[in-house]
Every structure is written in C-alpha cells, then in structure tokens.
C-alpha cells in the first residue's frame, strides 16, 4: 500500500513541490496517479479537493484512500520525479471559507449553545447544519457579529498533532472519535477542533464572514454563508442589484423594501379586480352561449374552442355553463399541448369525470375529474374536434 506524505497538513500555503511518482493506473478516461509526496488537499471533511497541475498535466480532482492519495490527471505524466503546482486562487478562496466555518461554528455554539451537525464547502456557497430548528435572525445576526468581531482581531491559527486521548482532554468544540495522531486547528482564545483541512494563519486573512440565508427544517437549521472573496463578490452583486431596482422603481436603495410591498399589494388588489370582472364577463357569455345552443333532452349544448391566451378564462367560462341553467359545456383550448374543460349544471346524470377520462385518453391525453367538473389535455390540438365528437357521442349513450 502507498502512504503518501500529505505536505498540506503543516504548510497549506505550499503551492509548488518536487515529487516521485510511485504509481499510474488508467481509470475512466483519466489516469490515476500516486505520489510518494503531496501538496494536494484531497476531498474530505466537506471541503474539496485541490486542483492544479502535475509534470504540467491538469489535476482535476484529488481522491483521499485511507494512507494514499490518488490525483486523477488528465493524461499520462513523463518522466518520475515531477514538479507540481497547486491552483493557489481555488486553495486560498477554500481555506478562507473552512477558517471562516471553524470561527462560525464557535460563534453559534458560544452565543447560543447551537452545534455544528455538518459543513459543506460548495463552488459558491457554504453551509452548517445547527441542531437546532429554533434559530431566528437575532440569533443569527449575535452570532455572525461575534465571529466577524474574531475575524477583525486577526486572531493567531495555530496547528497541533496531539495523541487523539489526550485531544479530547483539551476542549475540542466536538471530541474526535479518530485513534493515533491528531491534527487540531486552534483559533486563539475561541476555537479548538480536529481537523485536516487547509486553514488560513490568521483570522483576518478570513476577511469577512456574511450569512447569506438559513432555512429550517426537520429540528435543523441551514446557514448558508460566504467569506472572503466570496463575500466580496456577493455584497458587491447585492448592492448592484439593489441599485438597479431602485433606479427602476424611481426611488433610493433604501426605499426599495417599502416600495416592492405597496406594488405588490397593488398588484394583488388589481388581480382580484380582474378576476370579479373576468368572472362577471364569464357569466353574461355564458348566458348569451346559453341562450343560443341546441337543446336536447332537457339540457343545451355548449360548445366552444379557444385560442391559448384565453385558458384562465375558459375555466371560469365552464363553472359559468354550469351555473347558467341546464346545460353541458364542452371548452376546448388550442395549444401545444390543447386543454378540455367539462361542466356541467348540478344533479344531472352524467359522469364528467369518466368521461374525460375516456375522452381524453381516445385522442392520447390525459384527464379526469368530478361527476360535474372535468379537465384533461395533452394531445394534439387538432384532434380537438374529435375529443368534442367523442364527448357527445358518450353523452348520448348516457342517456
């Protein structure tokens, strides 16, 4: 078995080393390679593996085996020692993020006892799952300002290898339940956790740490956040966002909350003006519809295709047929795919459900629904027609 000799654990800002290959194997269009030396953070504890390149072939993914690790390579190295480079950009942004967690984590755990269950590092947007869905955003805001109020002290990161009994006897925030040597992340006078992820040297290398939103859910609760660079790319984002609302909206930045709630409301109050008068529209059409169909058996006989702009008011058009004396509305609206709407006036004898059932599936739709409301589609519209057809004629066997 290959041990690799992981150089990252004493000195993430190593970018550039010398190794020997010990091992290449071909592996799903890549090639595996294995070294006797590595500055590569392979993926582990929710941060992801470095990328760079090797003998001046791309890494693009770095796999931890237990005592080796293997860099998937694009491409066969020459030659058996081989000079390696580490993608600084992508290493710094993740240090800056899992610094920024351990400080976050502390700060939830010693402003309101709430514990970091798990972290994910993402390309965007990292986050913690608290064990807790009970946090509100003075929770979040206490916390927040005391990790920032650590990052802005620019507080010493120190490593330390420990025996694993005597790591748990020194405080960790979470006890390690690994054997042998012990790899501990110390942020002076705040934090101290087993960990094997590359970390900046001082807080203030952090930058700032910004929560983005949280979420609860199933007796957790979500932070998502950003540090770093990563927070300075979304606050700038946000306040151009901002901006461009608020010149849209003819008003400042600040002003740009108040605004959005009162067009809302306007726009809300207009939709259900247009809803009543679309519904009162429905309801003078359908009696001039009424009016105006063939009567058999006691009932009339709607019928009427649509155009696919007019679906939300086909549907009202339907409860109006029914509400506008005996009668059977068929409502067929043209589109990719065509919709039906059956209706019909209460207590009559036929099943629009199976009907539309029946129909539906004749013209190669789908659709069902009550004894005097239906709807179906997706089928052509040019076998509207035919489902129309097929509707009257299962209407006059009914009968």
Not at 86 to 91: G, L, Q, T
Not at 145 to 160: Q, S
Request: charged letters at 30%; proline letters at 3%; hydrophobic letters at 35%.
């Amino acid at each position: 078995m290959i041990k690799t000799d992981r150089l990252y654990y004493t000195d993430s800002y190593l970018t550039e080393f010398e190794c020997r290959v010990e091992r290449i194997e071909p592996h799903a269009g890549q090639v595996r390679v294995y070294l006797d030396r590595t500055a590569f953070y392979p993926d582990s504890g929710g941060q992801p593996s470095d990328q760079g390149t090797l003998g001046g072939l791309r890494v693009v993914e770095v796999i931890d085996e237990d005592e080796g690790i293997a860099h998937m390579v694009e491409g066969i190295p020459e030659g058996e020692r081989l000079q390696a480079r580490i993608d600084w950009v992508r290493r710094f942004d993740h240090m800056q993020q899992h610094t920024g967690q351990h400080i976050l984590s502390a700060a939830f755990e010693k402003s309101g006892g709430y514990k970091t269950l798990s972290f994910h590092l993402g390309r965007q947007i990292s986050s913690i799952d608290l064990n807790s869905d009970r946090l509100g955003r003075r929770q979040i805001d206490q916390a927040e300002d005391l990790a920032n109020g650590v990052v802005f002290e620019d507080r010493p990161v120190r490593l330390h290898f420990k025996p694993a009994s005597e790591a748990n006897a020194l405080g960790l925030r979470k006890p390690t339940d690994l054997e042998g040597e012990v790899r501990l992340v110390e942020i002076e006078e705040f934090d101290l956790s087993a960990c094997g992820g590359t970390h900046v040297r001082r807080t203030g290398e952090v930058g700032v740490i910004l929560v983005r939103r949280f979420e609860r859910a199933k007796g957790l609760t979500r932070i998502e956040f950003v540090c770093g660079q990563r927070a300075l790319h979304s606050a700038r984002s946000d306040f151009l966002s901002l901006t461009e609302a608020a010149r849209l909206l003819s008003t400042g930045p600040e002003n740009v909350p108040s605004m959005i709630a009162r067009q809302t409301e306007d726009y809300r109050s207009a939709s259900r003006a247009r809803l009543k008068l679309l519904e009162r529209l429905a309801e003078y059409r359908a009696a001039t519809l009424w009016q105006a169909a063939p009567e058999k058996k006691g009932r009339r006989l709607i019928r009427l295709i649509l155009e696919s702009q007019d679906d939300e008011e086909a549907k009202l058009l339907a409860h109006a047929v029914a509400k506008a004396g005996p009668a059977v509305g068929l409502i067929g609206i043209r589109g990719k795919p065509a919709r039906l709407y059956f209706s019909q006036s209460p207590g009559r004898g036929s099943d629009l459900g199976a009907i539309m059932k029946e129909v539906a599936g004749r013209v190669g739709g789908k659709g069902g629904g009550s004894r005097d409301f239906a709807q179906g589609g997706g089928f052509d519209e040019a076998r509207l027609e035919e489902a129309f057809a097929a509707a009257e004629e299962l209407l006059s066997s009914e009968n």
